[in-house]
């Protein structure tokens, strides 16, 4: 048995099997840059990015020289009783860089999930309301306030209840495989005139807190609402008094071509859910409210003994400065506009692909069983992702049958290239059957 089916092994002895969506046994030796090598010395190129969080590369030398700075002064003091440079200096970078011309706050956080329940709780506060609208298939995470919000499968929900109550699901704007079975523009937003219904019928709008949003569905299969969309759900929410949350816990830091995802629709938040890419793989997360919203709660509301730990915010802010001297908001665009056209130009060839759809570096390829009806081809997605790891590719799909395009932003384009032509590859070779059925029983996946 080799190196990596050995760790993997005893692995699955002791870790819980709650905390991995399983697809091919890749035991990390080490990772940098655009590149990972396993524990047998293979080689791959990253098109995870850790799950869209290691989006300057792994090991970026600015961030470990600020990870080992910090760490010759102190690695923790809580921010719960001392005050400390980095966490003022992260926050005034993260006003600066979110959008919206006022004054704003932050509450840092460890992880994505926590960012979103704190976004319920700080709703909440502010309003006196009780209620949060939330979409069905969205991924927020899993404490119990992030996982009352998910509605993405039920394998994160059973037995697991009863969850937060007064929390509403409504369906996304999916164009692809819309639940009303319309198509755009003739339906003239429907799903978001089903809202304004519920608001008449069943739930009284002026009991709604917060609308929490992600502004491109992530693990739903990259889901991009049509353009017009998000600011008519943003004056639905002026109009009610509602405060608008994006969820940018994926699609923050450059990911889709723009600072934010909110960004490519002119949408000025009142809060914001940030994580995953923030500091480059540290933990961390952050809320980042207006002002008068973050003053209306109290220690210790929302607290947490090493959020905003020094390593991590050092960190941060090195992952922010590269992306701004690097302006890597504009590569992630032009980048993810030639990998666009390389998926489309498969499509002429390749059936299994039915639809390519996604902004920047955040790609969604829709392996279906039949363009007409959309069916996800799962076992299909499966053989895909295995067939790429064989090749020396680190891809995965979510979303039942969509592969997730998330490289690092700074990937140079000879790799990027490399990277499709594997994918087109591995495609080729499921579609001809020459990947076994057995691969697909070792793996779970979305
Ligand atoms: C949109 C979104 N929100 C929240 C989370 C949860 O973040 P974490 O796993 O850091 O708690 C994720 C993770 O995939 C995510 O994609």
Known sequence: MDLCE????????????STRVSYFPLAVAKAE??????????????????????????????????????CDQFIHNTLAYTYY????????????????????????????????????????SYTGRTKIV?????????????????????????????????????PYPDCYRCIFNLEYPDCGLYCLGFIEELFDTVIPPEEVAAMIIEPIQGDAGVIVPPDDYLPKLKKLCEKHGILFAAEE?????????????????????????????????????ALVAKREIMESWEAPAHLFTTEGNPLSCAAAIATIDVMKEERLYERAARLGEYAMKRFREMMDKHELIGDVRGKGLMIGVDLVKDRKTKKPAREEALKVDWRCWEKGLVLI????????????????????????????????????GKVPDEVVKRMVGW
Request: overall charge neutral; aromatic content about 8%; charged content about 25%.
């Open 33 to 70: 840059g655009t590149k990972i090598w396993d524990l047998d010395g293979n080689e791959y190129i990253d098109f995870l990015c850790g799950a869209a969080t290691t989006n300057i590369g792994h090991r970026h030398p600015r961030v470990v020289e600020a990870i080992k700075r910090q």
């Open 397 to 432: 799909h979510f979303g039942k049958s969509v592969l997730r395009i998330a490289p690092p932003l700074t990937i140079s384009e000879e790799e990027l290239e490399k990277g499709l032509q594997i994918i087109e590859e591995a495609i080729k070779d499921v579609e001809e």
């Open 134 to 170: 939330s979409f069905l298939k969205s991924y927020h995470g899993t404490t119990y306030g992030a996982l009352s919000l998910s509605a993405i499968t039920l394998r994160m929900r059973r037995r697991l209840g009863p969850f937060l109550p007064e929390i509403y699901h409504v």
């Open 85 to 124: 440079e980095k966490a003022v200096e992260l926050a005034e970078r993260l006003v600066e860089i979110t959008p919206g011309n006022f004054a704003k706050k932050v509450s840092y956080g460890l992880s994505g999930s926590d960012c979103n329940d704190g976004a319920i709780k700080l709703a909440r």
């Open 6 to 17: 050995k760790l993997v092994k005893r692995d699955s002895e002791l870790l819980s099997p």
């Open 249 to 285: 816990v994926q699609t923050g830091f450059c990911r889709t071509g723009k600072w934010f995802a909110v960004n490519h629709w002119n949408i000025e938040p009142d809060i914001m859910i940030l994580g995953k890419a923030i500091a480059s793989g540290m933990p961390l997360s």
